[in-house]
């Protein structure tokens, strides 16, 4: 994974992806503002939504041995995966164990977490993604942009064409009609659906009490992958708890609402262990870990596990509207995944410590995050923490040797007006058009994606002494 600024740069030359992603963000944000603006109570839920889930991570786990419990009461087996390795070794497990050379999958964050696509022999099955934007990405090799549209980066022409390529079983083809698609995916997936004996899905809740796996969706796929198949193997993050049916009722009035601006989704989906003679014969709860532990320790950046998967934060951040979401890794793009990731992930790599920063601290995202995730401040904690990291170097970077000399001269007074007579002379003859567009060595950076003004060329505190005194 590179790092943000060099990930980001092929995305900015892509004048169609940018107009794609401009495009869906503008439409949920309209969506969103009209939905969340609806309810005179709306304040008073996302407080609630801020308390139900810093309760739930105070008392983790509490409720991870509840949900434990109650899920092995109800027939289901409960597997602990420390990281994405483990839990991708328990679900490629379970898959070659039952003998089949087919799954279905409903993707989720969690579930993109284990790469499985990308692991040796992958589960040991073929993996036929069922959601519409899933498999247009699945379809083109491609990777997901967005946490709620996978394939937000794509038109549907692109999509049109995907879909031609890679379902010869749907016909001679959609065009870009999204009817058309929609038909053409459900042709291709009713097979699929019907011969498959193991499913792999996400869940956007975990009920504690319960033993209550929960996804809330739009398209229905979920809902075939969890009811028709022998085998459900749900992978799901420790963050996901929800310690009652009470909780879940105030987190089904915000999710729809603040991600696709819907006053409730088309689809919730809840099933607890196995009910003989109904759905599937044997139930995986594969509880993830890969980092959420760390983050829990982290008082500020903890913040960042109540986030319930809504994107709202992805579509009023003009840096992701610019870039996309490939620049913030593979999982979580967005103001989130610029939080989420250097939390779970640590900051000792380069491309981990460049994610905070990938931002412009505006504050929108905090404005319309459903459960009040102050995602600029984490971001400041973190920027600090990367500081911090790079202190303990043995050999300090380039930067900390410039900070140092910059400390240095302007903490002495004669030192400093010296360097800035010096530095605003040869900053003007560097000048052209009232701007300084490249810079050379160590400051070059600055001027990579940004150009400075020239200075004035009397200091303001010459000005003072001039005019004042």
Known sequence: ??????????????TGMRRNLRGAAGV?????AAATGEPADWEDLREAGRAIGDDALRNLDVHLEELERAVTEAGGTVHWALDAAEARRVVTGLVRTSGVTEVVRASSPAVRELGLDDAPGGPGAA??????????VQLGGDAPSHLLSPAAHLDRARIGELFRRGMPA?????????????????????KPFLRARVAITGADFLVAESGTAVVVESEGNARMCLTLPETL??????????????????????????????????????????????GPRAFHLVLLDNGRTRALADEVGRAALRCIRCSACLNVCPVYERT????????????IGAIRTPQTRGVESAAAASLPYASTLCGACADVCPVKIDIPDVLVHLRGKVVESRRRRPVPTPEMVLMRGLAWTMGDPRRHEAALRRGTRWARLLARGGR????????????EARDLPAPPAESFRAWWNRTRT
């Open 436 to 447: 300084i567009r490249r810079l050379p060595g160590l400051l070059g950076a600055w001027t």
């Open 324 to 335: 996309g979401g490939r620049p913030y890794g593979p999982v979580y793009p967005g103001p």
């Open 1 to 14: 994974m590179p790092k943000f600024a060099a990930a980001a740069r092929p995305a900015l030359a892509d």
């Open 170 to 190: 749907a016909g001679p083809g959609p065009a870009d009609d999204p009817a058309a698609l929609a038909a053409a995916a459900r042709a291709h997936l009713r």
């Open 28 to 32: 949920l944000r309209e969506r969103v």
């Open 233 to 278: 193997i749900c992978v799901a993050g420790i963050d996901q708890v929800v310690p009652t049916w009470d909780d879940m009722e105030v987190f089904l009035q915000l999710l729809p609402r603040a991600s696709t601006g819907d006053r409730m989704t088309p689809y919730v989906s809840s099933w607890t262990g196995v009910t003989p003679g109904d």
């Open 127 to 136: 993996v036929r993604e069922t959601a519409l934007a899933d498999l247009a």
